[in-house]
C-alpha cells in the first residue's frame, strides 16, 4: 500500500516528486517510457524552447547553461533526466497503466508491470497525449507522405516535392520554416498568425511578461481570459520574413483531402506531396474507470487540479492555475500547491 501514486515522470510528475520528497510520503511515480526525458527527446530535431532557461527549470535545480538563453529539445530532456537523479526520485519506466478504479477509499491500478494500491493518485501525463489528425487525411493517397508533427524529426523524412504543414502553432511555424530550406512550404492556418519577438531590449519576451505579470495571468481572471481567447502567438519572427519573401506561402483552413490533393477554405485546391499535420493532441483518460472524473468532452473537471473524488488529483494541465501551468516554468507551483492540499488532509 502506497500513499500516493504519480502517473508520468515529465516536467509535472517530477516536480510532484520533488515536493512529495519534502514530507513523510511513501510514493512512486510511473511512466510507460524507457527514459526520463524521453518525450522530449523524440521530438522533432531543430525545436528549440521559446522560454528561457531560468523560466525553464523545475523547483530546486537550476537548468545550466545562459539563464537568457533558450534550450535545445535535447537539453530538457538531459535536464529532467539529470533532476530525477539529483533528487533521487522513485520512478519505476516502461510502466504503462492499463486501469484504475477505486474502492473504500482506494486506488486500484492495473499496469502492464503489476497492479499498485495507493490512498491517493496524481494523474501528471500532462497535454500532449494522443497525436490528432483530422479524419479527412484519410482520404489522401499513398502516393502523399503524411505525418503528424508529434513524429517529425527532420527534412529527410520527406519525399521530394512540395510539403504542407497544417495547424497555425509554434511548432507547425517552426517545422515549416525548417522546411522552407530545400523544398516548396503551404502553412495552412485558421486565422492569421500573430507574431511577438523572442527578446525585446536584450530580455526575453517571458521575462517581460514576468515584469507585467502576465505570465502569472490566472485562468479565472479578466486579463487570462482575453491571453486565452487570443490565442498563444508565434515566437520569432522567421516565418514571417520567410512569408514576407515568398519562401513560405500561408494558406486558409483546410477544409478536405482527396487522392493528392488538399482543399483550402476559400482558396482551392493544391496538389501535394507531403503533409505535417501540426494539429495538436487529444487527451485519453479511458483508462479511468471511475465515474465523473472527465467531462463529455473526455477533459479533466477539477479545480486547480482538486477533482470531486477525494485523493485524485490533476497536474500539468493547461491553464491549471496560470498562464504558465504546462510549462515548466509553472509546474512546480501548482505541484507544491497540491502537497499543501496533501498535508492538510
Not at 512529495?20 to 522530449?40: A, H, P
Not at 533532476?83 to 492495473?110: C, R, W
Not at 515549416?176 to 525585446?200: D, F, H, N
Request: positive net charge.
Amino acid at each position: 500500500m502506497l500513499d500516493t501514486i504519480v502517473v508520468g515522470a515529465g516536467q509535472a510528475g517530477l516536480s510532484m516528486g520533488y515536493w512529495l520528497s519534502m514530507i513523510d510520503q511513501n510514493f512512486i511515480i510511473i511512466d510507460e517510457g524507457t527514459r526520463v526525458g524521453d518525450s522530449w527527446r523524440m521530438r522533432y530535431n531543430s525545436l528549440t524552447l521559446f522560454t528561457p532557461r531560468y523560466l525553464s527549470s523545475l523547483p530546486g535545480l537550476n537548468m545550466k547553461g545562459n539563464p537568457q538563453g533558450f534550450p535545445t529539445k535535447n537539453e530538457v530532456a538531459d535536464y529532467l533526466e539529470q533532476y530525477a537523479h539529483t533528487f533521487n526520485l522513485p520512478i519505476q519506466m516502461e510502466t504503462e497503466v492499463i486501469g484504475m478504479d477505486k474502492q473504500d477509499d482506494i486506488f486500484y491500478i492495473s499496469t502492464t508491470k503489476g497492479s499498485f494500491q495507493a490512498k491517493r493518485v496524481i494523474i501528471a501525463t500532462g497535454p500532449f497525449q494522443v497525436p490528432f489528425i483530422p479524419v479527412i487525411a484519410k482520404n489522401l493517397s499513398p502516393l502523399v507522405f503524411q505525418i503528424h508533427s508529434s513524429l517529425y524529426r527532420g527534412p529527410s523524412q520527406l519525399k521530394p516535392g512540395n510539403a504542407v504543414v497544417v495547424g497555425g502553432g509554434n511548432s507547425g511555424a517552426q517545422i515549416a520554416v525548417e522546411l522552407a530550406a530545400t523544398r516548396k512550404v503551404y502553412l495552412s492556418v485558421s486565422k492569421k498568425p500573430r507574431y511577438l519577438p523572442l527578446s525585446i531590449l536584450g530580455k526575453s519576451t517571458f521575462w517581460w511578461f514576468e515584469r507585467l505579470g502576465l505570465l502569472n495571468a490566472r485562468g479565472d481572471s479578466r486579463i487570462g481570459q482575453k491571453i486565452r481567447d487570443a490565442g498563444d502567438p508565434i515566437f520569432g519572427h522567421d516565418l514571417n520574413k520567410l512569408v514576407k519573401n515568398d519562401k513560405i506561402t500561408t494558406l486558409p483552413r483546410t477544409m478536405k483531402c482527396k487522392e493528392q490533393e488538399i482543399g483550402f477554405l476559400d482558396y482551392g485546391d493544391l496538389k501535394v506531396q507531403n503533409v505535417i499535420w501540426a494539429t495538436g493532441f487529444k487527451t485519453s483518460y479511458s483508462w479511468i474507470k471511475i465515474p465523473h472524473v472527465c467531462d463529455e468532452s473526455g477533459n479533466p473537471i477539477h479545480s486547480r487540479g482538486l477533482t470531486n473524488i477525494k485523493g485524485l488529483y490533476f497536474l500539468g494541465l493547461p491553464w491549471q492555475h496560470k498562464r504558465g501551468s504546462a510549462l515548466l516554468t509553472g509546474v512546480g507551483e501548482d505541484a507544491e500547491y497540491l502537497v499543501r492540499v496533501i498535508q492538510k488532509n
